[in-house]
């Protein structure tokens, strides 16, 4: 499985950017796909999961209602779309694979679930 995201850049806060995950080497429906951020200094954390089977999402609370994950099949991508940016929002994103089906929670959280790592891309968020 190969992993690779774009889409990172500068915005100010309130503004929207989507991120993109390019999906390739799947050999099922049984993925579990993730997107996490680490911020300067700090853990890699979660942000949001998606089901490649059912499409089904999970978010992490600080995200919700402002990031929306999706998988655009055509294109084998998974979208992270991220509006009313914060400054905390600030950090390098990293999507993830992981060869697991079952419930998103609790282990779509953990990045140890993860098999496979794309690199990151990194969004920065001024006020």
């Known amino acids: 499985v190969q992993l690779q995201a774009s889409g990172g850049g500068s915005a100010q806060a309130g503004d929207s950017l989507r991120l993109s995950c390019a999906v390739s080497?799947?050999?099922?429906?049984?993925?579990?796909m993730g997107w996490f951020r680490q911020a300067p200094g700090k853990e890699r954390k979660f942000v949001a999961a998606?089901?490649?089977?059912?499409?089904?999402?999970y978010y992490t609370d600080s995200v919700k209602g402002r990031f929306t994950i999706s998988k655009d099949t055509p294109d084998s991508m998974i979208i992270l779309q991220m509006t009313d940016l914060k400054p905390d929002d600030t950090a390098v994103y990293y999507c993830?694979?992981?060869?697991?089906?079952?419930?998103?929670?609790?282990?779509?959280?953990?990045?140890?679930?993860?098999?496979?790592w794309g690199q990151g891309t990194e969004v920065t968020v001024s006020s």
């Open positions: 998606i089901k490649w089977s059912d499409s089904s999402t």
């Open positions: 080497g799947l050999t099922s429906d049984g993925y579990m």
């Open positions: 993830a694979a992981a060869a697991r089906s079952g419930s998103l929670w609790p282990s779509a959280l953990v990045s140890n679930t993860y098999d496979f």
